[in-house]
Every structure is written in C-alpha cells, then in structure tokens.
C-alpha cells in the first residue's frame, strides 16, 4: 500500500505563531521546542485551543462536556443531545460546540452514534473467526501493518462504488460489501470516535491538518494485532456510514497517518492534572504543536489544560535563557517522587527512549560509584 507505506513528514513549525519560541532540530530528538526570548520564571510560552483527534473514553461521555472537557465527578450533565452522543455542561458549550461542527460534521457525528447503538444491541458472528485467528499478539510489524491494510483494499472499493451509486444499478458483490462493513463488530468504540475526529478536523480545519503532518510519524503505531484489526474495521464501518461527502476524506493514508501520529505524541485528557490518586483518565487526544516539547526530568515547562486546550508556561524554578531548549515532564509531575531506575523504565516501556537528561545522569553515575 504505497499509497500511506511512507508517512511523509512535512517541514516542522508551529502553526500557534510565537515571538517566544522556535522549532529547532536538536541532536538525539529529532526537533524541539527552544526559547526564541529570556523567559522570567512564571511566563506563558505557547497555548493551544483544540486538538486535531481525540476521543472521550465512552465509560465517560455522559460525564464529559463535549465541549470543553469538564467532567462532573461522576454524575451525567443535564444538557445532552442524544443525535450525536455528546453532552454539555452548559448552554453556551453546547452553542460553542454546535458553532465549531458545520452540519456535515454533526451528520457524521449522528450517523456514528445512531451506528454504535444499533451494533450494542446485536450480536454478530460475522467475520468473529477472522478476528479471532488475528489474535492479540506483538505490536505488529510494518509488512502486517500493509498486508492488513492490503486485505481491506478490495471490500473498500466495493464500499465506496456502492454509496456512490443507484441501488438499482449496484452489483451484488458491491451490496454484499456494504453489508458485511455494517455487520462488524466494533471491538473499540474509543478508536472509531478518534479517527471520526480526525477526518473531521481534515474537513473542517486544513490547517490544524496541516501541523499534524509535520509531527514524527511511528511506523508501527498499533498496540497489537487487535489494535490493527480494529481500525481497519473501523476505515470500513465508517466508510458504509458517513455522508459520501466525507467519503474523499476517509482513507487509508488520511486514517493510518493519523494513527502514526497518535502513538508517542497524544496527551492524556485527565480530570486533574493526572498525578493525583483519583483523578480519572478520561480519554486522549493530538494537539500537534505540543508534541515538539522534548521530555526532561527536571522541564524547564508545564502544562495546564483549559478547556479543548493547552497552556504551557515556564516554570517558577529558574529563568530561561534564550535558545535554550524548552521541556516538559512526561511522567506527570511524579519525577520528584521516582528513583532514575523507575523513570528510565517508564519512559522505556511508555515512549520507547532511555532518558539521558542531565538529572538521570547525574543520578545513574552516583548510583555506579
């Protein structure tokens, strides 16, 4: 499939424009964010307003503003709209929410939800030894990756011929395709909702689009074979749901790009900052600029979210120079509390790198003398 095989990265910048910072190719990260300016303890560095893809966890949608993410402690919002799955917490949310989604938007949004309730109330067998002899397994390699894209190929084409023509001209092989696309388990409800999010950002926000290309992609960005399985299933589902207007937006290249971004760079949507016993991951999503912050274990940034959006200020620890590089945590504010053995094999098992910031090292060299 040489048509998404090689995950071409645009030229790295920030599409949130600031005199503060600058992209910079550093020596064992690819590329950072550095200090453009002298930052004084305490100032505010970059801000982003919403992601290009995200999901809320559907354990938690009735209890997450659609809008600006707040979550109620466990209770429902009271304002909901059942078309499209989503609630709010308040009227002027719901207003913000409906402002943002053009109605070719919210008929997706309503086409994936009316989807998802049809196939919880069924049981399918379709397919199920498919699935099945796929199994869990390793994350898989990049040959499985194409091959399992490779299988989809044919029933994706006779999907799309099938939507984009008459009944009573369609083919029985075309019929038979959309059927079976509609008849698919969903093993991750979660995923479908991710890549719906991204294809609509794609439609509705080019540029948004745009600064995700320039983020490093992961070849081999799936979990595991089920992983894998399920968003080939989801390309199909959404390609038998969505308007045909977005059709043109829902593509191998445009569905695995995004999930080669994904892997590595997504933050986590807590109820809290995410380092407190209690607070609750609610779900996940890109906000492209913010995935330029190398990690340190002592950052010179934090981060805050408000709202859809990220605020990231230098810390009140020190001044930062200019030309400095700029770094977060990514270990949730719990470095202080974690030997360097603990962090390294965190920072191993989560983003697949050895930590060799100055702190580790420091620390790795006492513990060898």
Known sequence: MSEFASLARSVPSLASKSSRVAIKPTLHAGFGVFAAI?????????????????????????????????????????????????????????????????????????????????????????????????????????????????????????????????????????????QEALQLPIDDTDIIYFVLSGIISHLTSPSLWSSLESVAPNPRPYTSKTALLSTTYAYLQLLAILPTELLPFTTPAIIHGLMARDACNSFGIWSGTGSRDGDEFLGYGIWPDASFFNHSCQPSVTKTRVGQG????????????????????????????MSVVERRKKLWNGWGFECMCPKCNSEAAIARN
């Not at 990220?310 to 009140?316: A, Q, R």
């Not at 120079?321 to 509390?337: N, P």
Request: proline content about 4%; charged content about 30%.
């Open 310 to 337: 990220w605020e990231f200020s230098s810390t009140l620890r020190r001044v930062v120079a200019k030309d400095d590089e700029l770094c977060i945590s990514y270990l949730g504010e719990e470095e202080d509390k």
């Open 38 to 178: 002298d930052l004084e303890p305490g100032s505010p560095v970059l801000r982003f307003d919403r992601p290009v893809a995200y999901t809320i966890f559907r354990t938690f949608r009735r209890e997450v503003c659609a809008h600006c993410f707040a979550y109620n402690l466990g209770q429902y919002w009271k304002i909901k709209d059942l078309r499209y799955g989503v609630v709010f917490c308040t009227a002027e949310c719901q207003q913000a929410w409906l402002d943002r989604h053009p109605p070719l938007a919210r008929e997706a949004f309503s086409a994936l939800e009316s989807f998802i309730q049809l196939r919880a109330r069924k049981d399918s067998d379709i397919i199920k030894s498919e699935r099945i002899a796929f199994g869990a397994g390793f994350s898989p390699d990049v040959d499985e990756i194409t091959e399992a894209w490779r299988s989809v190929h044919d029933r994706a084409a006779l999907i799309i011929s099938r939507r984009l023509s008459d009944l009573s001209t369609s083919t029985k092989a075309q019929r038979r395709a959309l």
